[in-house]
């Protein structure tokens, strides 16, 4: 009877209803969002459906943010039009993630693959494969001396495309995280053509700042080429290289307008590297948007993609993610850190099982860079680890979740045939 019973439990698990992904709408389906863009031919069109705001961002137009209030906001989809200098831009944009939204710009159409934040999974039967991880990454967060978060997405399809987190949304000082960002915004301007990497900036002895770095250890003034800077922002963390490609670029208003554009509400660009004023700030979800974007090819194009992960698979401060995997794993990221926060996020570039992470930490820097190994590690060894038999996806239509009624029914008739099968053998 022991072996009914245990058989009996199993299938009343089986045909219970289960609690909707994150991303996934109580009723089945992504959800919508208020927040969505899409990239849009050679710019990114930005939509707010709750504020009713729309941005059209380019190679050689920058709208800004446009208040739309005949936005029509209904069955998942938001439409309108707006006119910018004479130009009238249509839309008609599903608020849902991998959906196909259009923009008519006069008489050109551009379609595009709408983008949230999260990206609901292309497969959420694989996805569920990767949300037991949560729990893993929220024992440590809880017990850890300082305060965390964490973002992760699933990039090779494996685990679904899915993303999960863990106080996605903390919003700690960026420290060396912007520079991400600023790297994203010079690559775009190569991309448009307005940008080659073998121009040059004339860096003077002011330009020098100090902390991580390797410029501020050479002579000035001297003419240093953008892919040197580019390159040392990210491998070296070099501040001075990021503070003239700032000024380059034309100071904070165009980095903010590609955060902006991307929708990502946590981050902004509001001082340059080792100089007073106001905070640089980011969180796990929005850095994980932006790396899920360039993965994807929706920012940058393929050759500017690859040169960043190249840049990324360069970096020269390996105390944290790469401290924490064995030896020999690829890994493609960025560090930051201040007295009071350390980050580390990137790529681990494991063939077959690519993943995007973002851990983020607030509190002393020492307990925080700790904090970051653990949680990488514990990313690792999930993903390294054969997915569960019982978590391998059923093959042919799902079945739909019963209701209370009809379990009732089936819980019934199982009894009975056990009752029945009992009698007939003896037991």
Same mark, same amino acid.
């Given at each position: ?10 299938? =009343? ?126 024992? =440590? ?117 590609? =955060? ?168």
């Amino acid at each position: 009877m022991t072996r009914w019973y245990a058989a009996l439990v199993a299938l =009343i698990v089986l045909i219970a209803p289960q609690p909707a992904l994150a991303d996934e709408r109580p009723g089945g389906g992504p959800r919508a969002a208020d927040l969505v863009w899409m990239p849009a031919g050679d710019g990114i069109f930005s939509l707010d459906a709750s504020a009713r705001t729309v941005r059209f961002r380019s190679c050689s137009v920058d709208t800004g943010r446009v208040y739309n209030p005949g936005m029509r906001v209904a069955g998942g989809v938001a439409s309108g039009r707006i006119s910018y200098e004479g130009t009238v831009y249509r839309f008609r944009v599903p608020l849902v993630g991998r959906s196909t939204g259009l923009l008519e710009i006069g008489r050109r159409r551009l379609t595009g693959p709408t983008v949230t934040s999260p990206q609901p999974p292309t497969d959420p039967a694989r996805g569920r494969r990767l949300r037991p991880l949560t729990d893993r990454l929220r024992a =440590i967060v809880d017990a850890a001396p300082v305060t965390a978060g964490v973002s992760v997405r699933d990039l090779s399809g494996r685990y679904g495309d899915q993303q999960i987190g863990v106080a996605g949304r903390l919003r700690p000082k960026a420290a060396s995280l912007i520079k991400l960002w600023v790297i994203a915004e010079l690559m775009r301007r190569v991309d448009c053509g307005q940008a080659a990497y073998t121009d040059t900036v004339l860096v003077l002895p002011s330009d020098v700042v100090g902390g991580t770095g390797e410029l501020q250890h050479e002579e000035f003034p001297q003419y240093v080429t953008l892919f040197r800077l580019a390159q040392y922002t990210i491998k070296y963390s070099d501040n001075t290289a990021t503070n003239v490609l700032i000024d380059y670029l034309g100071g904070f208003a165009p980095v903010n307008a590609l =955060i902006d554009s991307m929708n990502q509400r946590e981050t902004v660009l509001a001082r340059k590297m080792v100089t007073p004023g106001p905070e640089n700030y980011t969180s796990p979800d929005d850095v994980i948007s932006l790396l899920g974007a360039v993965w994807d090819g929706d920012v940058l194009r393929q050759v500017n993609r690859d040169l960043l992960l190249s840049f990324m698979l360069e970096q020269t401060l390996n105390g944290k993610i790469p401290a924490a995997l064995p030896s020999g794993v690829p890994v493609a990221h960025k560090t930051g850190e201040l007295t009071d926060v350390s980050h580390d996020v990137g790529y681990y570039l494991i063939p077959g099982t690519e993943i995007a992470v973002a851990f983020l930490t607030a509190g002393p820097e020492p307990l925080g860079s700790e904090t970051v190994r653990e949680l990488a590690r514990a990313v690792y060894d999930y993903v390294e680890e054969p997915p569960p038999v019982g978590s391998l996806p059923i093959t042919g239509a799902p079945l739909a979740p019963l209701s209370l009624a009809g379990s009732a029914l089936v819980l019934c008739g199982l009894l009975l045939a056990f009752s029945c099968r009992g009698r007939r053998s003896g037991t």
